[in-house]
């Protein structure tokens, strides 16, 4: 069986920056910084209209964090020296969409867009660090939203299709590992996020808006996947998920028959269709019960059944509880909120810390699937302070690597097919669920707050070290 190969990720709305002049403007750059309170997150999350139109003249005078993110166009060869430094095989990141094409409907894309790829590429090849490349993580530019609705117009497939076929021809080759689209069951949770619809001012959004959009992401996936066979590029194409891990709140038969439909519908459901070819079974009483109705093409169907992922990939940050009763014990997690386990610690932000949940989900995925996994993102999110001497000390992430890593290498032994993990935002960037610098994820630190002051000056964490020796061990086998 293969050895696992040791990686870190960041995306290109919460690290990159250099807005100005560079690129178009995307969702991410209308998402504002604003101080936590209860329902600030799903007012950055979920744009309206209005917020929208605010973002485009800033009469408010919000600060816009993505449009800085972590200035990694600024640092970018000091970045990869130091993940070079760090000695991780793989690095993910994403491509800005618009970056390469403003309003996402050019036909030809921006030339400082391309030169600034073309140096990300160079300087991984010449370092030696294999590539996970995030077609696209969550940023739509602005104009296909504006003017064409986001994901649910059909027409947002082609203008995917222009951008994705550039990127296929130029840097193609450098890939090792593919992903078209970042977490693609956020579009359910998150849906301007994951698929580019305005909130609606007053209610919430049309569950067929929601589903339509995703199907026609399914769909660009699988072009995209037939784009680059047709090539016959060396590079194998995945498909990923957020994994929520759910348990059932007690052994009340209802609650356990919850925990099979949550799965379903949260979890499964995208990566049944990218990694089997077909809708599952189960979508087709949720899509009556929900009055969703599709508009689906028999071609489209069997692009899906033709050109499915090779392998599979989630994020994982913590466990969820499924229940019946509804008067529990709230607490987040990445895109869910969910009750409170009183076995486990939480994370400042209330996200479940659940190494073992990190075990039982590889033996889920590889079970369900029977395709090479890769933990695409997994990590700890926390309030680092840089102390005057220049250190950070963050013994707690250091925990959660150990705890998280001893169940992937438990995992291995149970006979999963691991191929991968990747540390998320190992540089520390923009938090894509509260807009925050504060709530950090990197083993590098970077001096900035969550209102964009600071230099932006990189320091080696504790856990840098700690990540770095674990590599090193790793590879003497
Ligand atoms: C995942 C996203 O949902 O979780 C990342 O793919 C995100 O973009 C990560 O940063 C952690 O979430 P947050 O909200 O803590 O940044």
Redesign the pocket.
Known sequence: MDTILWGGAT?SS?YEGGFDGEKGMDTQDCRPYLPRTSNATTETRLLTNERIQQAKTNEAGLFYPFRKGSRGVDFLEEDIQLLQELGIDLYRFSISWSRLFPKGDELVPNEAGVLYYDRVFNSLKEKNIKIFLTMN??AVPLNIVETYDGWKNKETIELYMRFSEFVLDRWGEYVEYFLPF??IN?GYFSPFNGVGLIKPEQGNYSFTDVFQSLHHQFVASARTIKLAREMKLKGTFGSMI?CFCYYPLTPKPEDNLKLVQDEQVNQWFCMDVLSKGTYPYYMTPFFEKNQVVLDTTEEELELLKTYTCDFVSF?Y?SSSIATTEEDGKQTAG??VVTTKNPYLKASE?GWQIDPVGLRTTLNKVYDRYDKPVIIS?NGF?ANDVLEVDGTIKDPYRIDYFEQHFAEILKAKTDGVDVRAYIA??IID?V????CEMA?R?GVVYVDADSEGNGDYKRYKKQSFDWYKEFIEEQKKG
Do not use: C, P, R, V
């Open positions: 995306a919460q993580h969550y970042n977490e956020a957020s994020s940050y990445n895109l932000w993102e999110g998320w935002g960037i938090s894509a669920g509260s709530k994820y």
